[in-house]
């Protein structure tokens, strides 16, 4: 019965059931408050099914990376306001699993949602997919700004991991609302050290990645 208490303890306490590589840290061990939904542990992504590599909703990344989401956090949390992250550190074989998929041309099931207007055959071209992915330097994060106090994401214009010019940073058809929106989450990130990606409003790495040349392949959970 003792060890039964006992693994019970551990799991009420949240401890994480990994060694992670030295330098990097579970984002909600630095802070606690950073909501996640990681979209690759389920089915709700542009592939449809959950990802070979992500075994649990956890956020990983360099620990440097989690200290500089911290502040980020505790700055929004002046506005009642704070981080959501679609998706953090993600293994080589995740990645693996986007480019076999890429390869199918027939399974387009998410297209509807995620790319209605990009050939599925255009993907690699056009760089929504690729064979090796900046995320798996642990130093990359997918992320928006919701409500704290009601769960709510602010309104970017366009959803997460959306395959489309709607993406850019620099699209124009947006409301005020959706504009303030976007520059908010681009101030506050570059800020406390990070720089975006252009095609993405979501994507943002840190500057001065610790692994800038090393792809790693630990599982996420």
């Not at 709510?152 to 620099?170: A, K, Q, R, W």
Request: hydrophobic letters at 35%; aromatic letters at 14%; charged letters at 25%.
């Amino acid at each position: 019965m003792k060890w039964i208490l006992s693994l019970f303890l551990l799991i009420s306490l949240g401890i994480q059931s990994q060694n992670l590589p030295e330098g990097f840290s579970y984002i909600n061990d630095v802070s606690p408050t950073i909501q996640s939904e990681l979209r690759y542990c389920y089915n709700n992504n542009f592939m449809g099914v959950p990802v070979n590599g992500y075994e649990e909703n956890t956020l990983i990344a360099t620990t440097a990376t989690a200290k500089a989401l911290k502040k980020v956090q505790d700055e929004l949390a002046l506005k009642k306001l704070g981080l959501k992250i679609y998706d953090a550190y993600r293994p080589q074989t995740a990645v693996n699993h986007f480019v076999k998929w890429a390869r199918v041309m027939s399974d387009t099931i998410m297209k509807k949602q995620y790319y209605p207007e990009v050939n599925k055959r255009h993907l690699f071209k056009k760089g929504y997919i690729s064979s090796k992915s900046g995320h798996s330097r642990g130093s990359t994060v997918d992320l928006t700004i919701i409500n704290l106090e009601t769960g709510e994401e602010l309104d970017m214009g366009s959803p997460y991991d959306f395959f489309g010019v709607s993406s850019h940073i620099t699209y124009e058809n947006l409301s005020d609302h959706q504009k303030e929106n976007r520059q908010l989450l681009q101030t506050v990130m570059k800020k406390h050290g990070f720089r975006s990606y252009s095609k993405e409003w979501w994507h943002f790495t840190l500057r001065g990645e610790p692994f800038p040349k090393t792809f790693f392949d630990f599982p996420v959970k």
